[in-house]
């Protein structure tokens, strides 16, 4: 029988995608064949599965853990906001359609189908499947039809894990808080909790957890350190840029403006990882820095709006000015079509039907069509003649003069398009800077090294990272039933 456990948090951003992680690897370490899923996920951070449709990044990543092929089933809704109060609806991995919130609480219980579907796929032959909720229980206005967090657990007879952040102060208020405010039949379905991101002596929290218990009788699982190992592993939620900070001298500086709708931004982690590169996420009120020698553009949920809000940040001039410096830009998806004359949204796609300028640096137009395309893609860089491999997730097509110089071959197909002096290139393959030997060659363009070590192989040992740290520091009682 499928041995089963919920990690829920006790907010947002408290660890549990990471921790979800660590124990797939754990898991996997130890022979179990082990899956993760995610009943609903936001994020516009989205992978293709290996069966070939939109799922959460995070769940491509504990799949990637669980040593298992990721599936679709394995988050069976993704949202992926388009603006301040609405969503695209991905079911199983295809757009099922677009919702404002309350619209789609409404529609939770029709999704519920699906949920318990794709849980029962994923639970069919292995021995043990670790499932993260999304906010936290204790949202009780949004109980009512719920699929993500309690309305599951209780639905699928899940045992449930609450998960703290210590390190935002006020822990032991937030689980003693969601115990009292919990109804009783969620209540009865936590076993007990995890402390997460502790820095220190762990016995000076020894109190606390004596007072937690007194006041749930929730038995403590552990105290998890901060953990190193996460840092070297993709983010899934864009909260995470508010805190990067800037600069770590190296030799190459590499700007990124952040727009509000910015989307799989993980696709920079492996220019991120290179000692010689420094990379620096542009906020709004900032400029671009004048001493950066290539500037990304990555992805955008909605292109229209975060070409407007680049505009709106003087970006536009500043862009120009770096290009007539010399420096290079690259332009991914979204960014892509940014650098284009114009993007049309003849159907209003991303709102309503109109037309808006594009940044002029590629003599490409692109037109927004209904039709999405979502694939994993094996690609070859004719600009430095290495393979390649990624992902496309986008809408439009992209046509014009520059598409005669196109950087990428994608399945045999030209993709993106090139400006005449090779300083501004934009192609839709996600996952591009995963490539070790183009990132050698594109570095080496710079006059730096780079690409020396497999940014796989990093992940890789990361993800063991955090299954040797997770079995020291938490209960080896509850891993024993957990494992078996």
């Known amino acids: 029988m499928t041995r089963t456990i919920m990690l829920q948090g006790t907010g947002s951003d408290v660890g549990k995608t990471i921790l979800v992680a660590g124990l797939c690897r754990l898991a996997s370490n130890r022979g179990l064949k082990v899956a993760p899923f995610k009943p609903q996920n936001m994020s516009n951070n989205a992978a293709v599965s290996d069966d070939g449709g939109e799922i959460g990044r995070a769940q491509w990543l504990q799949a990637l853990a669980a040593r298992t092929p990721s599936s679709v089933h394995m988050n069976p809704v993704l949202l992926k906001p388009q603006s301040e109060t609405g969503s695209q609806i991905i079911v199983q991995g295809r757009v099922f359609g677009q919702a404002k919130g309350r619209d789609y609480q409404r529609l939770k219980p029709q999704l519920l189908g699906a949920v318990m579907d794709s849980f029962e796929r994923v639970a069919e032959g292995r021995d043990l499947v670790i499932v993260e909720g999304a906010g936290s229980p204790a949202e009780i206005n949004l109980r009512a039809g719920d699929i993500a967090n309690m309305g599951f657990a209780t639905r699928a007879g899940v045992p449930v894990v609450l998960v703290g952040d210590i390190d935002r102060g006020g822990v032991i208020a937030s689980l003693v808080g969601t115990h009292t405010i919990l109804p009783e039949e969620d209540r009865n379905q936590i076993a007990g909790y995890i402390i997460n991101k502790f820095r220190g002596d762990v016995t000076l929290f020894d109190e606390g957890i004596a007072a937690i218990e007194a006041f749930t009788g929730w038995p403590c699982f552990g105290v998890v350190p901060w953990l190193k190992a996460a840092g070297r592993l993709p983010a899934e939620d864009s909260v995470v840029l508010e805190r990067l900070v800037k600069g770590g001298g190296g030799a190459l500086k590499v700007a990124v403006p952040v727009l509000s709708r910015i989307a799989n931004f993980d696709d920079l982690d492996p220019l991120a990882a290179e000692p010689e590169v420094d990379l620096v996420f542009v906020r709004a009120g900032d400029r671009l820095p004048a001493d950066a020698g290539l500037v990304v553009l990555p992805g955008s949920k909605s292109t229209i709006a975060d070409l407007e809000e680049f505009r709106s940040h003087g970006w536009d001039r500043d862009l120009s000015m770096h290009v007539r410096r010399g420096g290079r830009v690259i332009g991914i998806c979204g960014g892509y079509q940014m650098l284009g004359r114009s993007v049309a949204d003849p159907l209003g796609l991303e ?9 002029g640096l590629l ?15 094996k690609a070859h860089s004719l600009e430095h003649d290495v393979p390649l491999s990624g992902y496309e997730i986008h809408l439009g097509v992209t046509t014009g003069p ?17 400006s005449a002096d090779g300083r501004v290139v934009g192609t839709y393959l996600h996952g591009l800077f995963s490539s070790d030997l183009y990132r050698q060659r594109l570095l080496a363009g710079f ?4 690409g020396g070590r497999s940014y796989r192989d990093m992940v890789d040992e990361a993800l063991d990272d955090l299954a040797s740290e997770l079995e020291q520091r938490l209960s080896r009682q509850w891993l024993a039933e957990l494992l078996g």
Request: avoid cysteine; proline fraction near 2%.
């Open 351 to 359: 709102g309503h039907s109109r037309t808006v300028q594009g940044l």
């Open 447 to 450: 006059g730096i090294e780079g």
């Open 363 to 377: 003599d490409v137009e692109t037109v927004m069509a209904a039709e999405k395309t979502v694939r994993n893609s």
């Open 402 to 418: 520059d598409t005669l110089r196109a950087p990428i071959s994608i399945d045999g197909r030209a993709d993106g398009a090139g």
